[in-house]
């Protein structure tokens, strides 16, 4: 009977033990530590009865261990059971109890502890009762409570009735260590249970697999995203029965790589899954190996990257199309091109590339507004698309300009082809386009080059028709140019003088060059125009028919523009104190210059830099700024004209020479152009002429400049005609300020 009691005994301490054991690792189970300590007090207990002293201390210690061993499994079951623990209403329940039994056990210790193991039992069978109502883990701890509820019923019978114990010992002896197997399978349990449930509840599917492919277990998440009706279907399926195209040798690969020692972690893949019903989804797989009892497994992330895929194509196709039109950008169109010429790399036809930019469109931005502009720009490319050509791809690549590709398979028809659609694209275009209340004909200058003649990458065939653009334009705009090497040449020149005005102010390059400009009857010098000159140290002199309209394109023309007022103001201010008094300097403006915002801001500084009077500038302009620049340019003649400055027309009769614009702007000088000059003694219509523009610019209080007077003859006739002012290589050429001939006079 010894040897069971203390088999008993060391059970009670084992299970004990291991429950305070899983409160040290998990102090969140705080009824492990009231299990455990209700099976030692218990042990307690037993230890003390199993002296067979029946004396009252013997009996209180009993009676004490005991009720605290039941107290701590009922606040155990309720803890674990999420159920409140009433301490007060307890501890007097419990006290009463303690107090009773100790009556007893005075009288009758041995009726004592019979009804201590009847309520021992009592308190197991309904703490087997409140762990049964759990899942399944739980059933089994449950079972050996009740069995051992059992076992301390029949044992306090025995013991009242004084039956030998040994058996029943034995029997307690057995459930407690069955007890302890129950609960390591139900924390075990229990722990898997939680490691499930916190995937399952979480955004995406996953899965476990063993080193041999199985699954070990999928989420419910999982197989909704891979279309399969339950988890449960895909636990204990080979890995490649669920994994779409992939062998079991690639399976066992995958594994190998995922769970290597210099693997990433995470592993992330994709994968394309085809659904029973052959619907494929892409999937993101974001893996991570994990070692369990021994064995190593993978714990996969599945997600289902439809929405992102989608979106990533959403995205692409948006910074692939410009967002005006819908058409191509530059960077897709590029793109094509570049994949057609790979793709005919070695073949005979022939990539044909069309590159139309709409003319004059700055014109209708600026008279009619931007929203117009962009209406025209939709309307345009809706006139492209509707043609209907044969084209690979149609881009717009921002602004005004288009583009269009297409091939021929045969090179000896490719320029016929490409001249057809260039003027079909011309016509099309031509064709009126209503806007709101107007109806607008469009010109184009369309440039034209082949690859591989022009050019085996996007790049330089790109350039070729860049290059035929500009040369459509230089030849009269509205037609298309095929490209050649002499375009290209021309492109080079400018790519060459773009990059080096870049630093032309700084490096100190740029210099002022003055022509005088006499009175016609005395020949004295009244005033100056200031031309500009332009030495690198790269390309030598460049004439500014080379890089002025350059500069004008890419916008430099304003710094140039800047640094021409205020050289030209300086040089104002240095005349000023000579003995024949000030001489007035014209400076030649573009029009980017007349409608930059700062254009007056800037003249005003360049003036109070100086030192110079305004009297001292004249600003000059040509017929072009007139048309182009109208509402804007009457502002700043009007603000120059009030600040003191004065202004002139150059080059008059080259270019739309409409009397309109004359009586609208109010300028004060009129400068007859060269052409015109220089047949005045030889061609009766030439002096008509040059009579009728001296006459119509008196009639409107202008002064009168011939330009490009040469010979003595020439300058007596414009002074009979009333010229005032006459500029030419008669009197000098264009010089550094430092030789300027104070008293300019015919040789």
């Known amino acids: ?33 009231y299990w455990g300590s209700a099976q030692i007090l218990l042990a307690v207990a037993a230890a003390v009865w199993s002296l067979r002293v029946l004396e009252l201390w013997a009996s209180v210690l009993i009676i004490g261990a005991g009720t605290l061993g039941m107290v701590c499994h009922v606040a155990g079951t309720l803890l674990f059971c999420g159920k409140p623990i009433l301490w007060r209403r307890q501890a007097l329940g419990w006290i009463t109890y303690a107090c009773v039994q100790t009556l007893i056990a005075a009288a009758w210790p041995r009726l004592s502890h019979g009804l201590s193991l009847l309520t021992l039992g009592a308190v197991l069978a309904w703490c087997g009762w409140q762990l049964s109502r759990r899942k399944h883990p739980y059933k089994l701890l449950a079972l050996t409570l009740w069995l051992r509820a059992a076992t301390n019923v029949v044992f306090s019978l025995n013991m009242l009735m004084g039956t030998h114990l040994e058996g029943l010992f034995a029997i307690g002896f057995v459930l407690k260590l069955l007890a302890s197997f129950g609960l390591i399978h139900a924390i075990l349990a229990d722990n898997q249970r939680r490691i499930f449930d916190v995937l399952n509840g979480l955004g995406h599917g996953f899965l476990i697999r063993d080193a041999g ?139 044909i590339v069309l590159l139309i930019d709409i003319d004059h469109f700055k014109r209708v931005n600026d008279t009619l507004g931007h929203t117009v502009g962009d209406t025209l720009i939709k309307r345009v490319a809706t006139r492209l698309q509707q043609l209907q050509l044969p084209h690979l791809a149609l881009a717009r690549f921002g602004g005004d300009e288009f583009a269009l590709m297409f091939t021929e398979a045969d090179p000896a028809t490719a320029h016929d082809a490409a001249e057809r659609f260039a003027r079909a694209i011309l016509l099309a275009l031509h064709e009126p386009i209503p806007l709101s209340s107007f109806r607008i004909s469009i010109k184009a200058s369309i440039g034209i080059a082949f690859a591989p003649a022009h050019g085996l990458d996007p790049e330089s065939v790109l350039s070729a028709a860049d290059a035929a653009v500009y040369a459509a334009k230089d030849r009269g705009r509205n037609r298309h140019e095929f490209f050649d090497e002499r375009m290209g040449a021309k492109s080079r020149d400018a790519l060459l003088i773009e990059e080096a005005l870049q630093q032309a102010i700084a490096n100190n390059e740029f210099q002022l060059v003055y022509q005088p400009i006499v009175d016609a009857r005395s020949r004295r010098l009244v005033k100056v125009e200031a031309l500009l000159r332009w030495r690198t140290p790269t390309l030598g002199f460049v004439g500014p028919d080379r890089f002025i309209p350059i500069a004008e394109d890419n916008g430099q023309i304003i710094s140039i523009g800047t640094w021409v007022v205020q050289e030209a103001a300086r040089q104002a201010r240095a005349w000023h104190s000579r003995p024949e008094g000030p001489i007035r300097i014209a400076v030649n403006v573009s029009a980017a210059q007349l409608v930059d915002p700062d254009f007056i801001d800037v003249v005003d500084r360049a003036i109070a830099d100086a030192g110079a009077a305004p009297t001292e500038l004249e600003i000059e302009m040509t017929e072009r700024v007139l048309i182009n620049e109208a ?49 005045i003694d030889q061609d009766e219509r030439s002096l008509a002429l040059v009579r ?43 010089v550094p300020a430092e030789k300027l001939i104070p008293n300019a006079s015919a040789a």
């Open 692 to 734: 009728a523009i001296i006459a119509m610019g008196h009639s409107l209080g202008m002064s009168i400049v011939a330009e490009g007077v040469e010979t003595e003859n020439q300058a007596r006739i414009l002074a009979g005609l009333g010229c005032e002012y006459l500029q030419g290589y008669l009197f000098s050429p264009p």
């Open 213 to 351: 492919g199985i699954v070990r277990f999928a989420s419910e998440k999982l197989a909704l995203s891979i279309g399969l009706a339950g988890a449960k279907e895909m636990v204990g399926q080979h890995i490649t029965s669920l994994a779409y195209g992939r062998s079991k040798e690639e399976g066992a690969a995958w594994f190998q790589h995922v769970t290597a020692p210099d693997a990433p972690r995470p592993c992330i893949d994709e994968v394309v899954h085809q659904h029973r019903d052959g619907r494929e989804v892409p999937l993101e797989i974001i893996s991570v190996p994990f070692e369990d009892r021994g064995e190593l497994h993978v714990l996969s992330q599945v997600i289902d990257i439809s929405e992102r895929k989608a979106l990533e194509a959403t995205r692409q196709r948006a910074a692939m199309l410009d967002e005006s039109t819908g058409l191509l950008n530059r960077f897709a169109f590029r793109q094509t091109l570049g994949d057609r010429l790979a793709a005919s790399r070695g073949q005979d036809e022939v990539t």
């Open 631 to 679: 509402d804007t340019v009457v502002r700043v003649i009007d603000t120059l004209h009030e600040k003191g400055l004065s202004t002139s027309l150059d080059d008059f009769g080259t270019g739309y020479s409409s009397l309109s614009y004359l009586t609208r702007f109010h300028l004060r000088t009129l400068k007859i152009d060269r052409a015109f000059v220089n047949g």
């Open 1 to 33: 009977m010894v040897a069971t009691i203390h088999l008993s005994l060391l059970a009670d301490l084992i299970l004990g033990g291991m429950l305070i054991f899983l409160w040290l690792m998990r102090r969140g189970d705080r009824h492990a530590l």
